[in-house]
């Protein structure tokens, strides 16, 4: 079964169109989101598979299945990471 | 606006020199909007900025216990002195494990504090969003701003206003307990904190014979000493007021009036825009270097998205709005750029 990822509803987080600046108060840390994380953060609202996540994203963004694959898997890395998703 | 707006009414006979000076508005840090709850995930959201415990000195404990409105604010004030924790005759003080509790909390180097840190700290006289004692505040409550309009010029002004405030509580506090002949050997005439008095300890726990010593012949009359000094403020004269204040009254006002007039000449403008010449150099520490001819102002690079917003159309108030949904104060940044002339008034 695919992972699926969904976003750390704990966080706040500041809309500036095209960024996203997101606080997690128990880290004490701010993290800025570009404008693709910050679609891939948005999305995240709801529990989605990278799939699900590639093919919404592909609707939206002009570039090939595999770039988006690519840079989806790095953004969720990224994000992971920084624990802004789980 | 005038200051008469801010100062509580208990003090209107008193400072007629200040009711009528002008201030800015402090539109970022709106109180019935609170700045610090833009976000619904915000610690803030149960407390807004009142996580802390209000030092009130026995006049104004006084005058809200006469009031038949303030029915929190006077059950709040009753379970205090019956606990006797941080109740002296000057007036009700954190006890001393709110204060150590506090003092760890301050140590901390972020803007905010977690949900739970913020609950442990909340005002006593907090009830569900307003303030239950709000006609008889004490200094830091007339003055506190999360951000001042002014920047660091509004937070001058500020802090010598509740300096003046504070001064002014201690004195009269002193001056209603000499007036009740309290033994003048034994009269605090310093500054009062929790660590001044040792009748209670770090669990709270009250040593009775040290508290009745305190008290002298008002223990177990605490609420009427609170009353009676209040009576005694309330039938003070302007004059006899100045003349308890002595010299520092002059000094005090002379330093208020000089910073009302920076504060209003230094008033954040109502739409900012970012300096076109303004060049940044992301450093690899996080921090963004912003040059302007030879001008550097280093900044977190956090702060760069807000900064991108003083665009000259989008208003002061609501970028610095934006930036509290994640807690972050722009005053520091702001107040350099300004400096630096990187961020101007849009004309």
């Not at chain 2, 833009?38 to 216990?65: A, R, T, V, W």
């Not at chain 2, 760069?304 to 005053?331: E, Q, R």
Request: overall charge neutral.
């Amino acid at each position: 079964m695919a992972n699926k990822y969904k976003r750390n509803l704990d966080l706040i987080a500041a809309d500036l169109d095209d960024d996203l600046v997101v606080l997690d108060v128990e880290q004490g840390k701010y993290f800025s989101l570009n404008p693709i994380s910050k679609r891939i953060w948005e999305i995240l609202e709801e529990e989605k598979s990278k799939d699900e996540l590639v093919t919404i994203l592909l609707d939206e963004y002009d570039v090939s299945s595999e770039e988006c694959n690519r840079d989806v898997e790095i953004h969720l890395k990224e994000l992971k990471k920084m624990k802004l998703i789980h | 606006m005038l200051l008469k707006e801010k100062i509580p009414t208990i003090y209107h006979t008193f400072l007629t020199d200040f009711l009528d000076l002008e201030i800015p508005n402090e539109d970022i840090a709106t109180c019935s909007s609170c700045t610090l709850c833009k976000s619904d995930k915000s610690p803030y959201l149960d407390i807004k900025c009142c996580n802390y415990f209000p030092q009130m000195p026995n006049f104004l404990l006084g005058g809200i216990l006469k009031e038949n409105e303030f029915e929190f604010g006077k059950k709040q004030i009753k379970s205090i002195i019956k606990s006797k924790v941080g109740t002296t005759p000057y007036g009700i003080l954190p006890g001393k494990k709110f204060t150590l509790r506090q003092n760890e909390v301050l140590k901390k180097k972020e803007l905010f504090n977690t949900k739970q840190e913020n609950a442990d700290q909340k005002c006593p006289y907090y009830d569900h969003g307003r303030c239950s004692v709000w006609k008889y505040r004490e200094s830091l409550c007339v003055t506190f701003y999360c951000s001042s309009i002014g920047g660091k010029n509004g937070d001058d002004f500020w802090a010598k206003l509740n300096g003046f405030l504070k001064l002014v509580e201690q004195k009269l506090s002193q001056y209603a307990l000499l007036k009740l002949n309290w033994d003048s050997t034994l009269l605090e005439v310093k500054e009062l904190k929790t660590e001044s008095f040792d009748f209670e300890n770090l669990q709270s726990k009250v040593n009775k014979e040290k508290f009745n010593n305190l008290w002298q012949d008002w223990a177990g009359k605490e609420e009427e000493l609170y009353l009676k000094s209040y009576s005694l403020i309330q039938e003070l004269s302007r004059e006899e007021f100045i003349s308890i204040m002595g010299l520092d009254y002059e000094i005090y006002k002379l330093a208020i009036f000089k910073l009302a007039e920076t504060f209003n000449a230094n008033r954040y403008p109502e739409f900012l825009r970012l300096n076109p010449k303004v060049i940044f150099e992301p450093q690899n520490n996080g921090k963004l270097k912003l040059r302007v001819d030879e001008q550097i102002v280093t900044i977190d690079l956090v702060f760069l998205p807000f900064i991108k917003k003083f665009n000259g159309t989008n208003n002061t108030v609501h970028v610095f709005h934006l930036a509290f949904k994640v807690l972050l104060s722009l005053n520091p940044v702001v107040d350099k750029l300004v400096k630096a002339k990187m961020l101007e008034k849009q004309l």
